[in-house]
């Protein structure tokens, strides 16, 4: 993946990749965590740039929720949302709400060539519902 996108293929860049493949809508704090059970040595700023190189690569997504940090996942492309608990800030993905992107269309598109529609759907989880 990393070579068809033209990246150079180094161990901090694959490590993010199986954290974030492991771990979806992980933070960046979570992704540092995990990439350094691997390797112990990856220095915060290089798991930033990787995040960075792999998101603008389209290689990862890249979702921030309101009131969240950044979160990254590896499912891309296919237009997906996102159910979000406002109690616990549980992340859930959801298929399009129909078709392909943009699955939802503006009443009025002011003339704009739409390509996305990013939704996120707000609400309680299961969990906090019944707790
Ligand atoms: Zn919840
Ligand atoms: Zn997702």
């Known amino acids: 993946m990393l070579r068809e996108s033209g ?17 979806p809508h992980a933070d960046t704090e979570s992704i540092i965590g995990a990439v350094r059970e691997g390797v112990p040595e990856v220095s915060h700023q290089a798991v930033y740039d990787s995040l960075h190189a792999l998101t603008a690569a389209g290689i990862l997504r890249r979702i921030q929720p309101a009131g969240s940090v950044a979160r990254y996942e590896t499912r891309v492309g296919d237009n997906h949302h996102h159910l979000v608990c ?42 906090c519902a019944a707790a």
């Open 7 to 23: 990246l150079r293929v180094t161990r901090p860049r694959l490590a993010v990749l199986e954290a974030v493949h492991a771990h």
């Open 86 to 127: 406002r109690a616990c800030g549980a992340i859930v993905d959801v298929d399009c709400a129909k078709g392909a992107a943009p699955c939802i269309h503006p009443v009025d598109a002011h003339g704009f060539a739409v390509d996305t529609a990013e939704v996120i759907y707000w609400g309680t989880c299961p969990e």
